[in-house]
């Protein structure tokens, strides 16, 4: 079992920035290919970014492309997303997820092993 906790939520105005952060424990951190997904409200949810085992290879939503960036610290077994010029349509609740495979963050999503409880994100003046 792959627990994620998410933090680093909260209220901020259109054109800021905030650092979300996602805590893993109970298996090997680096076995495991890294996402951020997002749910608004009444919406489905989406995926935003992902990043590989070692953090060489990232992938991003065309809506976040430019303004987000992901990362992950292995040793400390944690997963960034750094979000910048954030406007009201980025209002979402923001789930951390792990699996083994790339394709599956990036394209199964039904199939992702582990999802955090997720954080809320509002962006509003």
Known sequence: QVQLVESGGGLVQPGGS????????????????????????GKERKFISAIDWGGAGTH???????RFIIS????????YLQMNSLNPEDTAVYYCAADRSMLTMTSDYSGIDYWGKGTLVTVSS
Request: net charge positive; aromatic share 12%; proline share 3%.
């Open 18 to 41: 905030l650092r979300l952060s996602c805590a893993a424990s109970g298996r090997t951190f680096s076995d495991y290919v890294m996402g951020w997904f997002r749910q608004a409200p």
């Open 72 to 79: 992950r610290d292995n040793a400390k077994a944690t997963v």
């Open 60 to 66: 991003y939503s065309d809506s976040v492309k430019g």
